[in-house]
Nanobody, 128 residues
Framework: QVHVVESGGGADRPGGSLILSCAAS????????IGWFRQAPGKEREGLSC????????YYADSVKGRFTISSEKDENKVYLQMKSLKLEDTATYYC?????????????????????WGRGTLVTVSS
């Protein structure tokens, strides 16, 4: 069983930057995809970006492509989400997740009920 814990949420203005961190623990981490999802009030949770720990392959949703960057530090067992050019619509609770069976794209775009582990979430607020 893999466990993930998010940190780094906060507030910033439009155009600003934030970085989120996901600390993962458990057996077989190198075989997992780690991803970032978010849920805004009144909206469904959406997959933003996912990375495969075995080869570093990544997936980005169109809504964040070019603004957000996912990266993995294997020595630290951490996955980061660098968020730049923040927009008001980026306001949401951001969740880290782990998936031991699917590719990054499948994890981010597929059935979220198949995700193995979810963090509790961290709030990001973008306001002027």
């Amino acid at each position: 069983q893999v466990h993930v814990v998010e940190s780094g949420g906060g507030a910033d203005r439009p155009g600003g930057s934030l970085i989120l961190s996901c600390a993962a623990s458990g057996v077989g981490l190198s075989n997992y995809a780690i991803g970032w999802f978010r849920q805004a009030p009144g909206k469904e949770r959406e997959g933003l970006s996912c990375i495969g720990n075995w080869d570093g392959s990544t997936y980005y949703a169109d809504s964040v492509k070019g603004r957000f960057t996912i990266s993995s530090e294997k020595d630290e067992n951490k996955v980061y989400l660098q968020m730049k050019s923040l927009k008001l619509e980026d306001t949401a609770t951001y969740y880290c997740a782990a998936d031991g069976t699917r590719s990054p794209q499948a994890m981010c775009t597929g059935d979220q009920n198949q995700v193995d582990s979810w963090g509790r979430g961290t709030l990001v607020t973008v306001s002027s």
